[in-house]
């Protein structure tokens, strides 16, 4: 929240130093844009999902009951329904992963047709995988991001 409250006096500040202009700008709805495209690439992805799971991996060693789960995915959109079910039910996804299965993408992505082995899918399937899981789950955030934009409308008209 201090991330958005911060970005709505930042774009407040650059409205007003544009004058006219920008006049029809409203600084709450570009603070909301930039929170739901907080990454630009999918090197960004990476890393900040790479230092979460040297988190995890960290944690486990310390204490092997502090394990993570994995849920095998082939589809962007069983992806997203499994994230979002996960969320629903435990309130977060915290140590939470999917897991590209060499075999599912195989049988279930490759361009040819089924193929009997995880090691013949053509190179173009995995990173087409994961391309698709990103746009998913970035409905899925903007789904709850749009969620937690309402309660916040609902709460400041209420005067809190």
């Known amino acids: 929240m201090a991330n958005y409250m911060s970005d709505i006096k930042e ?3 650059l409205i007003a130093s544009k004058g006219e202009t920008w006049r029809g700008l409203d600084a709450k709805f570009a603070a909301r844009m930039r929170a739901q495209n907080r990454f630009q690439t999918g090197l960004e992805i990476a890393k900040y999902t790479s230092a979460i ?3 995890d ?3 486990y060693d310390q204490n092997p009951s502090s394990y993570t789960q994995s849920l095998g995915c ?16 435990h309130g977060t996804t915290n140590k939470r992963y999917l897991y590209l299965s060499g ?3 195989a049988a279930l992505r490759s361009e040819f047709g089924p193929l009997p082995d995880q090691s013949m899918h053509e190179k173009t399937s995995v990173p087409a995988l994961i391309s698709e899981l990103y746009t998913f789950l970035r409905q899925a955030d903007a789904k709850y991001l ?6 916040y ?3 400041e008209e209420m005067g809190f």
Do not use: T
Request: aromatic share 14%; no cysteine; charged share 25%.
């Open 57 to 59: 991996m960290n944690d």
């Open 153 to 155: 409308d609902r709460a």
């Open 103 to 105: 075999w599912m993408i």
């Open 11 to 13: 774009f407040s500040e």
């Open 53 to 55: 799971m040297r988190q």
């Open 74 to 89: 082939w589809h962007g959109f069983i992806g997203q329904q499994k994230l979002i079910a996960i969320k629903k039910h």
């Open 146 to 151: 749009g969620e937690l934009f309402n309660a």
